[in-house]
């Protein structure tokens, strides 16, 4: 454990975009403003809740006994889920579509490249 909080503290954080569901994006507003409420007053990011929630189930995973059974059926019937995973991916991907539509224009100039 001592050896991944030193690899934690040497490595930058990854900075990645990524789609979480509804569901999940409200239990991530509920565990930031918890955590900013709290008594101690943490001043943190929508990220570093988001971190808070992820170490927690990870350190639930590797306990002894692992997940609860409730907890692995919820897990494995989100991924699942199709439906889900893929309106998931499709906001996942869009801002990738409209980023690269963005720089082929851009490359080529308003009105070029298309027919009409």
Known sequence: ?????EMAQRRP???RTVAIHPIMDSY????????VKDEDGYDITYSAALNFMLLGAVSEALKERGWTNNTREQ??????D???IEQLKLHEALPHFKRHIEE?????GPGEGRST
């Open 1 to 5: 454990m001592a050896q991944r909080k």
């Open 13 to 15: 954080p990854v900075k």
């Open 28 to 35: 991530v507003r509920e565990t930031w403003s918890l955590l």
């Open 75 to 80: 897990a494995w019937a989100f991924a699942r």
């Open 82 to 84: 199709r439906e889900t």
């Open 104 to 108: 082929q224009e851009s490359r080529e």
